[in-house]
């Protein structure tokens, strides 16, 4: 019995991969329940390349190019390494304004106080509100509504 439950377990973390590969997805945490106090839990992961998000860089290089024909970019180029930038905290789907149809929560040439709430981030159905971690004016929105954040991803500059 323990090895066609084996096998059936194996089976079952190959269709998550899959379901992983087919729906670009990074990561997906499961638990499989067979009865009561037999449970298995899986997490199946993947590290992908993230694209740009900003509509400005999606003219740069391809990203699949070979590392030694890439020309190394300037720091300045790196929106996540200007000041007042804000990174994402976690993974997830950002959305720009509280519900559909709302204004967003923040323009460019805003100014926001810190702590004012600049974004959500929906990770694992839970909607994380991002604080402005400074005030100052928005300069630059760098992703958009619906988009994919990886942990780093620059959002936004602040100044």
């Known amino acids: 019995m323990g090895t066609k439950k084996l096998d059936s377990d194996v089976e079952f973390i190959k269709a998550l991969s899959e379901l992983l590969r087919a729906n670009d997805l990074t990561e997906i945490e499961v638990r499989r329940e067979y009865g009561e106090n037999d449970t298995i839990d ?17 003219a740069a290089a391809p990203i699949a190019a070979a590392p030694v024909a890439a020309p190394v970019a300037a720091p300045s ?35 926001v106080s810190e702590g004012d709430t600049i974004l959500i981030i929906e990770a694992m159905k839970t909607m994380n509100q991002i604080p402005a971690p400074a005030s100052g004016t928005v300069k630059r929105i760098l992703v958009e509504d619906g988009g994919a954040a990886e942990f780093g991803t620059p959002l936004m500059i602040i100044e």
């Open 42 to 58: 899986v997490r199946v992961g993947r590290s992908v390349q993230a694209a740009p998000v900003a509509p400005v860089m999606a």
């Open 77 to 111: 180029d790196d929106p996540a390494t200007l000041p007042g930038a804000v990174t994402s905290p976690m993974v997830g789907t950002i959305y720009l304004s509280a519900e559909p149809g709302k204004p967003a929560f923040v323009s460019v040439g805003d100014k």
